[in-house]
């Protein structure tokens, strides 16, 4: 008996023996192969990302390098959005790339409440001389363009002991809760989550499609109009004394991509100065170089009491920024400013990077040159017979630049004598042709609640690379005119 149950538990210990090993075997296999990195498609991305997030297109992008992406069905398309106005030195610039994976192996997270740390100071250091004007030398670094805006809003209200903000029609500021009640660009972004962020005014903004003007009024009229509106809007809606900032974006970006005036930022400055009202200038997307300047504010020789940066800042990283002066800065008590990953070490090195490569390889000067470049080819095209009739502005500066098209009710509502005309013009133009330059192999956005496309091609893009964004734009625009 006692020899038989050592036989049974001999025999019981090799099979459970041989089971474990054999179920061992199967786990680390299963384990292997489910941490093996494997495509997922589009179908997938539908399945389990949220719906309230829009794309341009289902691909999905596999890589990028330099001005082009490449989709995991094997397809490279030239990148004229750039993350929308992103990776502004292209996609996985070596230099900016290679800052921050030294920076992943020293330091990923220095949390800015806890002590400083080198990418960060390095990093303002590197940011003092570009900034306008030498007044601005404080800053807090934080993630997201949204929260930055929010954090000059906090600042602006801290530091005047005032509530009220105003802001301009078409602007936009982002979509997070405050911020939504700052934008008034497009419905969409605020729809059916009321009551928003109370204390936000609006004032017109000098661009004539939103007035209601003809296009042919003078750039010094809509600012006087814009002006005069402003002051109303002081005198009957928020006082002077119960009004804490006007926020501006000096290039109005999901409005429609509309530069503004020198006299009109020169106007607010002025009037911000009589009433004590800080001037906030969101460069989120217009700043690092895109206009053809560090910041557009430079072409109006303006100082603003704010300034947001965001986007193209660290190329990519997630990275934003608000500067003032100190005396400003300083009325915030410590520990009023702050977030988890706020001023990230890894997207400051980056960042670092990103100031050296602009000066390095002369990205300015490139910016010049493509910008001529691509103003002058659209100004060409709009003169082709055909094109004539539907291209109704080329506008922007630098390598922000709106091309807009004539559409039905637009057309018809500027002039009753343009009604028959009017309905002649295809419908959704900007959106098709979009479509289009995605199926020629060139990815481009559109913009506002008016029939615009931008382009947002990489600073340091190519002459060639420009010229064939040029003409996919060109064929894409012919096919939507012929189709009517």
């Known amino acids: 008996m006692a020899s038989t149950l050592v036989r049974f538990?001999?025999?019981?210990?090799?099979?459970?023996?041989?089971r474990s090993s054999r179920s061992f075997s199967t786990s680390a296999k299963a384990l292997q192969a489910s941490s093996q990195p494997h495509a997922l498609d589009s179908n997938f991305g539908k399945k389990h990302i949220a719906r309230g997030l829009g794309r341009l297109t289902d691909a999905v992008i596999k890589s990028g390098k330099g001005s082009y992406v490449e989709t995991e069905d094997g397809r490279k398309l030239l990148d004229f959005t750039c993350g929308i106005a992103v990776t502004n030195l292209g996609h996985c610039h070596p230099k900016v790339s290679e800052a921050a994976a030294k920076q992943c192996m020293t330091l990923v997270h220095g949390q800015c409440s806890v002590a400083f740390h080198n990418p960060y100071l390095q990093l303002i250091?590197?940011?003092?001389?570009?900034?306008?004007?030498?007044?601005?030398?404080?800053?807090f670094f934080w993630n997201s363009g949204a929260e930055a805006v929010e954090a000059s809003i906090k600042l602006a209200r801290t530091a005047t002991g005032r509530q009220n903000v105003i802001v301009m029609q078409g602007g936009y500021h982002g979509r997070t809760f405050g911020t939504m009640g700052l934008t008034r660009s497009k419905t969409i972004y605020s729809e059916r989550v009321g009551p928003l962020m109370p204390g936000v005014f609006v004032t017109p903004y000098p661009f004539w499609h939103q007035m209601g003007l003809p296009q042919s009024t003078p750039e010094e009229e809509l600012v006087r109009q814009c002006l005069f509106q402003l002051d109303m809007v002081l005198k009957q809606q928020t006082a002077p004394a119960d009004t804490a900032a006007i926020l501006i974006e000096p290039v109005i970006g999901e409005g429609g991509y509309i530069p503004a005036p020198a006299s009109f930022l020169q106007g607010l400055r002025k009037i911000c100065d009589q009433h004590g009202i800080l001037l906030i200038h969101d460069e989120v997307q217009c700043g690092f170089g895109r206009t053809g300047k560090m910041f557009y504010t430079e072409y109006s020789g303006v100082r603003p009491d704010i300034m947001v940066m965001a986007k193209g800042l660290a190329n990519g990283f997630p990275l934003s920024a608000i500067v003032s002066q100190k005396a400003i800065m300083d009325k915030m008590a410590p520990g009023t400013m702050g977030g988890t990953y706020a001023g990230n070490a890894v997207s400051c090195a980056a960042a670092v990077a990103v100031t050296k490569a602009f000066e390095e390889e002369k990205i300015l000067e490139n910016v010049q040159a493509r910008s001529k470049q691509l103003f002058t080819a659209l100004e060409d095209f709009r003169k082709e017979p055909e094109i004539a009739s539907v291209l109704l502005d080329v506008r922007g500066k630098g390598l922000m630049v709106g091309v807009e098209f004539g559409s039905p009710a637009v057309q018809a509502q500027a002039s009753a004598k343009n009604a028959g005309a009017a309905a002649k013009l295809p419908a959704k133009f900007a959106s098709r042709v979009s479509a289009k330059c995605v199926e020629r192999g060139m990815l481009l956005l559109t913009t506002s609640v008016f029939e615009v496309v931008r382009f947002m091609p990489p600073l340091n893009i190519s002459e060639a690379d420009m010229r064939k964004g040029i003409e996919i734009f060109k064929d894409a625009v012919r096919e939507v005119v012929r189709e009517g």
Request: charged share 10%; hydrophobic share 40%.
């Open 9 to 18: 538990s001999a025999t019981s210990s090799r099979s459970l023996a041989a």
């Open 125 to 139: 250091d590197q940011l003092l001389p570009l900034m306008p004007h030498p007044s601005l030398d404080t800053f």
